[in-house]
């Protein structure tokens, strides 16, 4: 089957921390049929400007990011829930009334969530695997709430032996750079989090966001956990 | 390193404290409950809907609805007075009680809003609140800690010690004998105080009609025992018709409590008629403005259509690990988070709205499904553009987005911060960081940058 021609934005923490993920989400989507373009010049959405109250600044991004996708074709395809939702919801919103709306109104149409746009757009074939180890999986909330994200991901994960995770649909104290001006919140959060995780005896977490997952993984690291943490693209597909 | 030091300074002394995981409990069993009752409806999402455009409807018509609350609540033998702000709520209030010296109390948040209790106290007028949780509040010279549970934050056995050291009676942790000891005391100052004083929970315009929702009782008893009847209504608290009403406590009390209907929902309209066996004389309706005509006019207007159910305080992460005392007023939460900015300026309130990880789920669970983290969106900007965020932010801020927006500079900003890590980095992870990165390494490891952006890798292996 010959699958569409996509457009990949890796998102800013894929592409400077973990380029592995960028790697599998390729391969995930190739595996998938897809054919896959990187537009050079992506950079960042911008969320994190928005989300401490640069609004401005958050516009220059998206801007940015607005010219360099709406130069492309096909499907934009995001391995990030949240970055996804800012491009699906807030990009219209934040050009509201101004010259810039329509183009991203257009863009915003074309984006999907990778999980989303395998299971939905190309219903794919291809399922995770976690060459056997027992897995729970973190619903991040942009990705859950915004999106409506815990049916693909459910769907992609058939066939792994998944652990119940307490709590699996709630924050885990990341919230941007809510983690940096907050440290003790943040991280009383994420304890509760990852005892929960601890205590479900998986010997990996897998998620659908970079940015939720690094927080959890420094957590895990840092108690001296065994758990794995992985992103839902690298059960998928082949990240080396 | 500067930071909104309010809400954190608060924050932190809670965190991981008894008081901290008390809260986490009682939030937890609440949003277990809610989900049961909305569960067993199955109109729970209609039912929101409406809700929501009876709270939206009521807020783009509130001069008309209030005018004819006011006619009717007046027709009804009410006296109904308007209170801009605080001190001239304070004022009106006082000056009804003239020559009072006992006021039973059942909960009101406005009435903590405005700081009533102190006010009158000043004024040498016993205040005693009446509600279970508030009168364990004020036993403990405490304030509340949840806007339906006030005493959220305690444990039973601290309420047990606070019984016996200010009561002197002897240390029970059982709820039923706390409970008594309140009601044999509390009895005898429904039936000596000179006036009761209540909030509102919804006003009903077509009728002039206040209605009450409680659960034990002591509201109906503030409200009839005593001569005189002071009811607090925030502004906004009002709806144009009973069918309107009905969609709403149909919602509150499951979305509150989780019960079907709240044990007791009182309505007072007009005070005691000739062939009434009880009731007060007079019936006095103070409605409160106090920031609200503001809110209403900007951009957060929407917050007003709040019916005080506290279902986003039992869902939010942040409350759930801080309680209410973290957010320093009686509005805590995500509603308190964009209410009490709105209601009492930025100053020094503008940092709530940076007490949420912007999760969600504080809109995903309002029964009238306020757009909260839009709005605090909307709060954060008008904080930073009034100056008032750390400067390491904006500075890093203004340099994250100028790389962003130029790829070679984007490029540059990765490779410097790779190099400038190595001397913190072990195997390709930082334990300690300085500088404001410092927050997030205080409990966290944190990957050095790869050696090879993916952008990097693509165009070396995949690149045209
Ligand atoms: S904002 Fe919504 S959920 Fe929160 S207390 Fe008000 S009505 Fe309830």
Known sequence: ?240 | MSQPVGFLGRAAAIVGSEEGAAVDRGARQFTLSRSLALAELPIADDLRKRARAIRLRSLANLDRLLSRFTDEATAAGCRVHFAGDADEANRIVAGLLAGSTLVAKSKSMVSEEIGLNSHLESLGIDVVETDLGEYITQLAGDTPSHIIAPVLHMTRQQVGRLFADKLGVEYTDDPIRLNRHTRETLRGVFLAADAGISGVNMAIADTGSLVLVTNEGNGRLVTSAPKVHIALLGMERIVGSWDEAGVILETLARSATGQRLSVYTTVITGPRRPQDPDGPDEVHVVIIDNGRSDVLAGETAEILACIRCGACLNVCPVFRTVGGHGYGTVYSGPVGAVLTPGLMGPDPWWDLPYASTLCGACEEVCPVGIRIPTMLLHLREQAASEGRLPGWLNRGMRLYTRAAVEPARWARLRRTARRLSAPFSVRGWIRRLPGPARGWTASRDLPRPAKTSFAEWWREHRGA
């Open chain 1, 1 to 240: 089957m010959a699958g569409p021609q996509v457009q990949l934005v890796v998102t800013c923490l894929v592409d400077a921390m973990t380029p592995q993920v960028g790697r599998a989400t390729v391969s995930a989507l190739e595996r998938s049929g897809c054919r896959v373009s990187f537009p050079e010049g992506q950079t960042c959405c911008g969320q994190p400007a928005m989300n401490t109250g640069h609004t401005e600044q958050a516009r220059e991004m998206a801007a940015h990011m607005l010219d360099v996708l709406d130069a492309t074709t096909g499907p934009v395809v995001v391995p990030s829930g949240s970055c996804a939702e800012m491009m699906i919801h807030h990009y219209p919103r934040l050009f509201e009334g101004t010259e810039r709306e329509d183009q991203a109104r257009r863009v915003a149409a074309r984006v999907r969530e990778l999980t989303q746009f395998l299971v939905d757009d190309v219903g794919t074939h291809i399922r995770a695997s976690s060459d056997g180890a027992r897995i729970v999986y973190h619903y991040s909330c942009h990705g859950l709430r915004g999106l409506g994200l815990d049916r693909t991901a459910d769907r992609l994960l058939y066939g792994v032996e998944r652990l119940p995770l307490d709590g699996d649909r709630e924050c885990c104290g990341f919230g941007g750079l809510f983690s940096i001006e907050m440290p003790p919140v943040s991280a009383a959060i994420m304890d509760a989090k990852l005892d929960r995780i601890e205590a479900s005896e998986a010997e990996m977490l897998v998620g659908g966001d970079v940015s939720c997952l690094l927080h959890l993984q420094g957590g895990l690291r840092r108690r001296g956990s065994p758990v794995a943490v992985k992103h839902i693209a690298e059960l998928l597909g082949d990240g080396e």
